[in-house]
């Protein structure tokens, strides 16, 4: 079963494609980790963009794409988290696989600014806390796991999370449009969006 999750900042699509992935036992694959990791020339050719805070081309996000679900566990299936955002990068998709099911989990703007405004970093580990929503940090300011400080993103504060909402409603609204996307209530516990997705997929 090869799926899109998509959703606004804050929505928990990641933590919802985790949980997904788990329970199909198909990888759950997050581009922006793609881009982070990857090797060789590749790596070079994101550099090139990456260093300079630029947006890779979609021309380089599926080559790295294609390359990684034509790995043997692909095979049954997959769960893209943050690809595609628009509507040709989508098209371009569907030319290399096909798409099962898109889903899109969704909060309003309002509740995506208050959930970003509560979320906080882990330097080490990169673990993401929230401390309106879940999951909390034991400790104030540590991380669970590694101890390590924690800190919030520049562009999780009020202003930067309203314009990266706008640019995703402009980019994800076509695709909607297009694709026959199922919409999940991202505002419910973690547990029951993905007891709504679960049942979507009649799993």
Known sequence: MRLVFMGPQGSGKGTQAKII?????????????????????????????????QLVPDELILKILKERISNKDCKKGFILDGFPRTLNQADELEKETEIDKYFEIFITDEEAVKRLSGRWNCKNCNIAYNVITTPKP???????????????????????????????????????????????????????????????LEV
């Open 21 to 53: 992935s788990e329970t199909l036992n198909v990888p759950h694959i997050s581009t922006g980790d793609l881009l982070r990791n990857a090797q060789g020339e590749l790596k070079k050719e994101v550099d090139k963009y990456m260093l300079k805070g």
């Open 138 to 200: 034991k400790v104030s300011g540590k991380c669970d796991v590694c101890n390590s400080d924690l800190f919030q993103r520049e562009d999780d504060n009020g202003e930067a999370t309203k314009k990266r909402l706008e640019l995703y409603h402009k980019e994800i609204g076509p695709l909607i449009e297009k694709y026959d996307v199922i919409r999940v209530n991202g505002k419910q516990k973690i547990e029951k969006v993905a007891h709504d997705i679960l049942e979507k």
